[in-house]
T-cell receptor
């Protein structure tokens, strides 16, 4: 079974500063994918970034980067130059990547990020 | 470009009533998922369709829940004899296959309140 742990219920960061949101995972699957989604107060889940378990380089998407440490089973999200619009819930998720599977996502409990002036 | 849409956005019902939610995925997406999200938690997987075939169901999906995806397009999720514990946000997501990432695109959700 897959499990995602997010130990930070809430985080504060000042505008223009960088922030790291923690995520650890547990799986017995050799091939898996790790995702981060943002959920604003409107409720819609917005895809941010993806890291495959066999990817050699850490993923980056604009101001988002994923600090992937496979041996430690961690996949932390780094947001650089925080903006007020980054205030939202952030969820880490994973899926197994075997042929013939549903590729459903397993989510953590989320971290609420508040960006302050 | 239309994303995933869900209807209704909000539903208030009395315990014991039946409710049905609809999800319209992105048109070229053949995979469709239903998730349930309760307050303070991440979404939990309920069921998955590939085209019109329902290929996986979670243990969370009790006998009171049924989902369909006729013709492989829109999907419906029905809850019979609702209970207060069914109160949650029901999220639908869709994706395609064959690419490297195949991220799931989520709809805005249907918030169900059972009184």
């Amino acid at each position: 079974a897959q499990k995602i742990t997010q130990t930070q219920p809430g985080m504060f960061v000042q505008e223009k500063e960088a922030v790291t949101l923690d995520c650890t995972y547990d799986t017995s699957d050799p091939s898996y994918g790790l995702f981060w989604y943002k959920q604003p107060s409107s409720g819609e889940m917005i895809f941010l970034i993806y890291q495959g378990s066999y990817d050699q380089q850490n993923a980056t998407e604009g101001r988002y980067s994923l600090n992937f440490q496979k041996a430690r089973k961690s996949a932390n999200l780094v947001i650089s130059a925080s903006q007020l619009g980054d205030s939202a819930m952030y969820f880490c998720a994973m899926r197994e990547e075997r042929a013939g599977t549903a590729s459903k996502l397993t989510f953590g409990t989320g971290t609420r990020l508040q960006v302050t002036l | 470009d239309t994303g995933v849409s869900q209807d209704p956005r909000h539903k208030i019902t009395k315990r014991g009533q039946n409710v049905t939610f609809r999800c319209d995925p992105i048109s070229e997406h053949n995979r469709l998922y239903w998730y349930r999200q309760t307050l303070g938690q991440g979404p939990e997987f309920l069921t998955y369709f590939q085209n019109e075939a329902q290929l996986e169901k979670s243990r969370l999906l009790s006998d009171r829940f049924s989902a369909e995806r006729p013709k492989g397009s829109f999907s419906t999720l029905e809850i019979q004899r609702t209970e207060q514990g069914d109160s949650a946000m029901y999220l639908c997501a869709s994706t395609t296959e064959g690419g490297r990432v195949n991220e799931q695109y989520f709809g805005p959700g249907t918030r169900l309140t059972v009184t």
